[in-house]
């Protein structure tokens, strides 16, 4: 979203430059939206590493064995995506291991799909290539999880592909 803003602002000043008919109280403006932008999002930012350590807390009063686990593993994880890769692998890797320590196939699989499509997102191709072919069994796969698969499958081929486009281009030029 910052991202987004400033761009938004470059090109408004570019068209200024350009002879637009954007005056200076308009360029005001948006710079004071942008600094609103960029104070709410150090806000959000808290409240969203509040929320997670919130979450951590409530995960320690868990037993390992509880299956109450799996679902705060994945919902941290899901906090982390977009905030820090290395963080959601974590704990998407903490349930991967529980399922693989109780031999609960599906819990394992539905993980490794998980990892699968956080390694896509985060242009790990090799290590979401290697779930998706190697360590998931499609032949025993649960039911439950064949739109999972088909996701994962989806934002890999997805994703290479534009990563594919952006080589090519990049020699082109």
Not at 15 to 28: K, L, P, T, Y
């Amino acid at each position: 979203m910052l991202l987004s803003t400033i761009l938004i602002l470059l090109i408004a000043i570019s068209c200024d430059a350009q002879g637009a008919s954007e005056s200076s109280e308009d360029i005001v403006s948006t710079l004071e939206n942008l600094d609103e932008v960029i104070e709410q999002r150090q806000s959000n930012v808290r409240m969203h590493l509040d929320n997670i350590e919130r979450m951590k807390r409530a995960r320690e009063t868990l037993s390992e064995s509880s299956s109450e686990l799996f679902e705060l593993n994945y919902m941290i994880a899901d906090l982390y995506e977009s905030f820090q890769f290395d963080s959601a692998l974590y704990f998407l890797n903490r349930n991967y291991e529980l399922a693989r320590q109780r031999s609960l196939k599906g819990q394992r699989d539905a993980a490794l799909l998980r990892m699968a499509h956080l390694y896509s997102t985060a242009g790990h191709y090799f290590e979401a290539a290697e779930i998706l072919d190697q360590r998931i069994d499609t032949t025993h796969l649960d039911s439950t999880l064949w739109g999972s698969y088909y996701l994962s499958q989806r934002r890999f081929h997805s994703e290479m592909r534009e990563y594919s486009k952006n080589v090519q281009q990049k020699r082109e030029s």
